[in-house]
C-alpha cells in the first residue's frame, strides 16, 4: 500500500511539473487554415466524450473547423499550442446587438476545447483571455457564453475564476422530423393559413415588435437574406368576410389581429450532428414505433429517426407571436417547417431556443427525451482598449449599471433573440 501510494505521489508531482511547462512554453495564436486544420480536427475527435447513460449529440464540421463562426460578420479563431501540437482551441464573434434598450457591441465566446490529457494546466484560462483582450482591441462592451447547466467544469471557470455572471437559462426543444409520414397540416377547419413573408417585411415586422429584445441583431437584414436561411413564415386566423392575407402589407395596422412567425435557418448546410449512446427508453419507443405503423398503418405513429449517423437540422429562430389564440398558431407553423424539412432527406430534427418565461414555449412541439437541455448564458463586461482615464469610470460605471439591469429578477421579463449564425 505504502508503494502505490509513492507512485501516486510521484505521478501526481510528474504531472504538476508538465503543466508548469506547459504554461511556460504555451503559445497562442490565431487559426491558419492552411496549416492547422489537421490538428484542429484531429484535437475535435479527442475532445468528444459523452456522458454515461446519455445521449449525446457530436458535431461533424464537414471539414472546415471554423464552420460554426463563418457566416458571422466579423469572427476569430485562436489555437493553443504546445511543442508545436495544438492543446487547446477558442472561437469568438463580434457584433452589434441591441442590450437593455440600447446598442452593444458583443463579443461571443464559443468552441473552448482542450484535449483531456492538458487539462487542469490553465490553457482553458489562458484562451480565454487572449479571446477577450481580441475583444476589447476592437471595442466590444460585453463578452457572453453560453454552457449547459450540468457542465461544472465551464462553470467554474468562467463564474468562478472570469468573473462572469448567469443572465438567461434559454431552453433548447427538439422535434424529430417523422420519417414516415408528413405530419397533418392546419387545413382551412382549423382556421389557420400560413403566408411566407418576403425578406423585408420579415425585416420591418421583426425590427418593430422584437427591436428591443436582448440580443437582436442590428444586421437582422444580412440574417435573413442569408442564404442559409429558408424563409420567414407567418400564420395567422382567418376572419369570414376577409380577404386572405398574402405577405404584403403597407405597415403593421394591415396585419392580421391574430398571428405568428418565424423563420427556419439550415444547419445541416453548415454542419452535421450524429448521437451516440442511445438511452433505452429512445430505443424502446424506435422499435415500438415502426412495429405499430408496420402493424397498423392507419395510425401514422411519429417514428424517431435513425441519429446513428450523421444527419443535418433546421433551427427556428425569431418565434412571436401576437393576439389570441397562439398556441394554435404556433403549431401550425412548426407543423409546416416540419413538413419542409421531411423533404429534404438527411434533415432528421427541428431545433429551436426559447426564453422558458415565453408562454408559447408550451406549444412548441418537442420530445422530452430529445429536449430539457438547458443552456446558461453568461456574461462579463469589458473594458474597451483606448478609454480616456477621465472616462473610465464613468464609462465604467454605464457598463455596470447596465449588467446588473441584465442580470436582476427584472430582465426575466425581457426576451431573448438567439442570432442562428452562432448556434
Not at 446519455?54 to 458535431?59: H, L, P, S, V
Not at 438547458?374 to 464613468?394: N, R, Y
Request: glycine share 8%.
Amino acid at each position: 500500500m505504502k508503494n502505490i501510494m509513492t507512485c501516486m505521489h510521484i505521478v501526481l508531482l510528474s504531472l504538476s511539473r508538465r503543466f508548469v511547462l506547459m504554461l511556460e512554453k504555451i503559445n497562442v495564436r490565431s487559426y491558419n487554415g492552411q496549416r492547422d486544420k489537421t490538428g484542429v480536427e484531429e484535437l475535435e475527435k479527442r475532445c468528444q466524450v459523452g456522458s454515461e447513460g446519455k445521449m449525446c449529440f457530436f458535431m461533424d464540421t464537414l471539414g472546415d473547423p471554423i464552420c460554426r463562426i463563418r457566416n458571422t460578420p466579423f469572427h476569430n479563431m485562436l489555437v493553443a499550442e504546445v511543442d508545436n501540437e495544438i492543446v487547446g482551441i477558442i472561437q469568438g464573434t463580434i457584433k452589434l446587438v441591441t442590450l437593455c434598450d440600447c446598442l452593444a457591441t458583443v463579443g461571443y465566446v464559443l468552441g473552448l476545447r482542450v484535449v483531456p490529457l492538458s487539462r487542469r494546466g490553465g490553457i482553458a484560462t489562458t484562451l480565454v483571455r487572449h479571446m477577450e483582450q481580441w475583444f476589447t482591441d476592437n471595442q466590444v462592451h460585453y463578452a457572453y457564453m453560453a454552457t449547459d447547466k450540468h457542465n461544472k467544469p465551464s462553470l467554474n471557470l468562467f463564474i468562478d475564476r472570469l468573473g462572469y455572471t448567469i443572465f438567461k437559462s434559454p431552453l433548447i426543444l427538439v422535434q424529430p422530423v417523422n420519417p414516415a409520414a408528413p405530419v397533418a397540416s392546419a387545413g382551412r377547419r382549423s382556421g389557420v393559413e400560413i403566408s411566407m413573408l418576403k425578406p423585408e417585411k420579415a425585416e420591418f415586422l421583426y425590427r418593430k415588435y422584437m427591436g428591443t429584445t436582448d440580443f437582436f441583431p442590428h444586421d437582422i437584414d444580412r440574417v435573413l437574406n442569408h442564404k442559409l436561411s429558408l424563409g420567414t413564415w407567418v400564420s395567422y386566423r382567418r376572419r369570414r368576410g376577409h380577404v386572405p392575407f398574402s405577405g404584403e402589407f403597407r405597415d403593421e395596422s394591415d396585419m392580421p389581429e391574430s398571428w405568428a412567425m418565424l423563420s427556419v435557418w439550415n444547419g445541416g448546410d453548415v454542419y452535421k450532428l450524429r448521437a451516440e449512446g442511445v438511452t433505452f427508453p429512445c430505443f424502446v419507443y424506435s422499435r415500438s414505433s415502426r412495429l405499430m405503423n408496420w402493424a397498423f398503418p392507419c395510425l401514422n405513429v411519429q417514428e424517431m429517426p435513425d441519429f446513428s449517423d450523421n444527419f443535418g437540422f433546421y433551427f427556428v429562430y425569431g418565434l412571436y407571436v401576437r393576439g389570441r389564440g397562439s398556441g394554435k398558431l404556433v403549431r401550425a407553423l412548426f407543423r409546416f417547417v416540419s413538413n419542409v424539412a421531411r423533404e429534404k432527406g438527411d434533415c432528421k430534427a427541428i431545433v429551436t431556443e426559447v426564453e422558458r418565461m415565453e408562454g408559447f414555449r408550451f406549444h412548441v412541439p418537442h420530445w422530452k427525451l430529445l429536449s430539457g437541455s438547458e443552456d446558461l448564458w453568461c456574461i462579463k463586461s469589458l473594458k474597451m482598449a483606448g478609454e480616456d482615464e477621465d472616462d473610465d469610470e464613468e464609462e465604467e460605471g454605464t457598463r455596470i449599471r447596465s449588467l446588473q439591469q441584465l442580470t436582476t429578477s427584472v430582465r426575466s421579463k425581457r426576451g431573448l433573440f438567439v442570432d442562428p449564425r452562432e448556434v
